[in-house]
C-alpha cells in the first residue's frame, strides 16, 4: 500500500500489534460471491497484523439488515463470558500462554492487554446491491445508523464493513475481484481488518 494517497485509506501511522487482540466478524451471506471475497480479505489483512486464528471468531446471519441486531449480541455475549471467568484465572492462563510462546520462539512475548473472552473491536460485512425499489435505502440507513448505535452504546468498536454499490460490478470491484482482469479493485475487506486492529489497538487505549 502506498504511503500518501488522494483517496482511500493511508499506510497506518504506525503498525499495530494485533496478537493480543480477539475480533469478531459477523457477515451476511446476501450476495454470496463478494461478501466471501471480503471476508477472506479480512481475515487475511488480520493475520497478518498478528491476529491469532483462534481469536477470530466469524458468525454470519441472512442480510445486513440482521448486522445490527448480531453484531450487538455478539459483544454482548463476549462480555458475558468475561464477566464469568474467574479474573484470576484468565490472569494466569494469559500469562502461562505468553510464557509458552515466549519459550518457542525466543523472543519476549508481547504484553497482553489481559485478553479476556470480550472482543477487542467487531467487523460487520454486508453488501447491499440497489435494485428496482426502495428497498437498498431503507435497509443502507438503517444499518447504517445500528451499527453505529451499537458501537457508542457497547463501548466496542464496529468496524462498518458495508458495501452499497449501485451496480454488481461496483461490488465485485470493491471486493478485488471485479470482471475485468485489468480493473479487478481493491478487497476493502482488508482495509477493514486494518481498522478494527488500530481500534482495539490504539484508539480504545485512549479513554
Ligand atoms: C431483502 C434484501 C434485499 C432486497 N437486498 C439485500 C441486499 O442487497 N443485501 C443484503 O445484505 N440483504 C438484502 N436483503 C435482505 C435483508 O437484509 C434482510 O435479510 C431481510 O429483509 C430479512 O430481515
Same mark, same amino acid.
Given at each position: 500500500?502506498?504511503?500518501h !494517497?488522494i483517496?482511500g485509506?493511508? &499506510?497506518?501511522?504506525?503498525k499495530?500489534?494485533?496478537?493480543?487482540?480477539?475480533i469478531?466478524?459477523?457477515?451476511a451471506r446476501?450476495? *454470496?460471491?463478494v461478501i466471501?471475497?471480503?471476508? &477472506?480479505?479480512?481475515?487475511?489483512k488480520?493475520?497478518?497484523?498478528?491476529?491469532k486464528? =483462534?481469536?477470530?471468531?466469524?458468525k454470519?446471519?441472512?442480510g445486513?439488515?440482521e448486522l445490527?441486531f448480531?453484531t450487538q449480541?455478539?459483544?454482548?455475549?463476549?462480555? /458475558?463470558q468475561?464477566?464469568?471467568?474467574?479474573? $484470576?484465572?484468565i490472569?494466569a #492462563?494469559n500469562?502461562l500462554?505468553?510464557?509458552?510462546?515466549?519459550v518457542?520462539s525466543? !523472543?519476549?512475548?508481547?504484553?497482553?492487554?489481559?485478553?479476556?473472552?470480550?472482543? *477487542?473491536?467487531?467487523? &460487520?460485512? %454486508?453488501?447491499?446491491?440497489?435494485?428496482?425499489?426502495m428497498?437498498?435505502?431503507?435497509? $443502507? =440507513?438503517?444499518?447504517t445508523?445500528g451499527?453505529m448505535?451499537?458501537?457508542?452504546? #457497547?463501548?466496542?468498536?464496529?468496524?462498518?464493513?458495508?458495501l452499497?454499490?449501485l #451496480?454488481?460490478?461496483? &461490488?465485485?470491484?470493491? /471486493?478485488?475481484?471485479g470482471?475485468?482482469?485489468?480493473?479487478?479493485?481493491?478487497?476493502?475487506g =482488508? *482495509?477493514?481488518?486494518?481498522?478494527?486492529?488500530?481500534?482495539a489497538? $490504539?484508539v480504545?487505549?485512549? %479513554?
Open positions: 500500500m502506498a504511503d !494517497t483517496k485509506l493511508p &499506510a497506518p501511522p504506525t499495530y500489534d494485533g496478537s493480543a487482540l480477539r469478531g466478524i459477523v457477515h446476501w450476495n *454470496d460471491v466471501k471475497s471480503l471476508v &477472506a480479505g479480512t481475515v487475511n488480520l493475520k497478518e497484523q498478528g491476529v486464528e =483462534e481469536n477470530i471468531v466469524i454470519s446471519v441472512p445486513s439488515y445490527p448480531a449480541k455478539l459483544i454482548a455475549g463476549g462480555k /458475558a468475561s464477566a464469568k471467568a474467574e479474573p $484470576s484465572l490472569g #492462563t500469562l500462554g505468553s510464557l509458552v510462546d515466549e518457542r525466543g !523472543t519476549p512475548a508481547p504484553e497482553t492487554k489481559g485478553a479476556t473472552r470480550e472482543f *477487542d473491536a467487531v467487523i &460487520a460485512i %454486508g453488501v447491499l446491491i440497489k435494485g428496482s425499489t428497498h437498498f435505502e431503507y435497509i $443502507s =440507513e438503517a444499518v445508523h451499527l448505535r451499537v458501537q457508542l452504546d #457497547t463501548g466496542t468498536p464496529v468496524v462498518f464493513g458495508v452499497t454499490a #451496480t454488481d460490478e461496483q &461490488a465485485l470491484v470493491r /471486493a478485488g475481484i470482471s475485468d482482469p485489468q480493473q479487478k479493485g481493491h478487497n476493502h =482488508e *482495509d477493514w481488518g486494518l481498522a478494527a486492529v488500530e481500534l489497538a $490504539s480504545s487505549e485512549w %479513554g
